[in-house]
């Protein structure tokens, strides 16, 4: 069964630009996450959508930061423009609706954005 | 969530039992203690889960203390492939809630 799955790994841009993350979760799974995580810290949560419906959006930046997820499977979150200070990972994960038997999350190998 | 206090840092040697503490005393009494851990480059992984008893399953073994203020996650045979950092969260269970809180974990690097 293929995992949660993210693009691009790596990217590289200019601040100022724009930038766009995608994430495919899980078949079935109804819940999808996208965290932040700086370098040396632990994953912050950023939005949590709930099928299509973002549930939780109270950290994710609004100036700047966009999500959505469109016939609730995959999702995108887009910077725009990036300044400097988000450099870092972006996590995307996701979950069966009610949490599963475990309650885990899954993650997805994350998004590595630099911004010069 | 409850907040949870890790050690930094810890080494452990190839071959041995790797313990990392874990305290949680605000935790309430509907709040699961759950540990991920998270090797360089990749996402966190689940490992384990437990509400009061200890438990074991193929990756470790979590036990928690009687008054549930402190855990420990063991690994019981820890190889180079453990290290990561690890963390550990109180969380209400499963309810598809509202994702994990992550502190800074613990580093733990198995010396060969």
């Known amino acids: 069964e293929a995992g949660v799955v993210q693009s691009p790994r790596y990217k590289i841009i200019e601040k100022k630009q724009p930038v766009a993350f995608w994430c495919n979760p899980i078949?079935?799974?109804?819940?999808l996450y996208w965290y932040l995580q700086n370098l040396g810290q632990g994953p912050e949560l950023l939005i949590r959508?709930?099928?299509?419906?973002?549930?939780?959006d109270s950290q994710l930046p609004k100036d700047r930061f966009s999500a959505e997820r469109l016939k609730g499977v995959d999702s995108t979150l887009k910077i725009q423009p990036a300044e400097l200070g988000d450099s870092a990972v972006y996590l995307c994960?996701?979950?069966?609706?009610?949490?599963?038997?475990?309650?885990?999350?899954?993650f997805g190998e994350g998004s590595r954005l630099t911004v010069l | 969530d409850a907040k949870t206090t890790q050690p930094t840092s810890m080494d452990c040697a190839e071959g041995r039992a790797a313990n990392l503490p874990c305290n949680h005393s605000t935790i309430s009494g509907n709040e699961y203690v759950y540990w991920y851990r998270q090797i360089h480059s990749q996402g966190p992984q689940y490992i384990i889960h437990?509400?009061?008893n200890n438990e074991t399953n193929e990756m470790a073994s979590l036990i928690i203390t009687e008054d549930r203020k402190s855990s420990t996650l063991i690994l019981p045979h820890a190889t180079l492939r453990d290290t990561a950092v690890y963390y550990c969260?109180?969380?209400?269970?499963?309810?598809?809630?509202?994702?994990?809180?992550f502190g800074k974990g613990t580093h733990l690097i198995i010396q060969p």
């Open positions: 969260i109180v969380r209400v269970a499963r309810g598809g809630a509202d994702g994990l809180t």
């Open positions: 078949s079935g799974h109804n819940t």
């Open positions: 437990g509400l009061k």
């Open positions: 959508y709930e099928n299509e419906e973002a549930v939780d």
């Open positions: 994960a996701s979950s069966p609706l009610a949490g599963g038997p475990t309650g885990e999350l899954f």
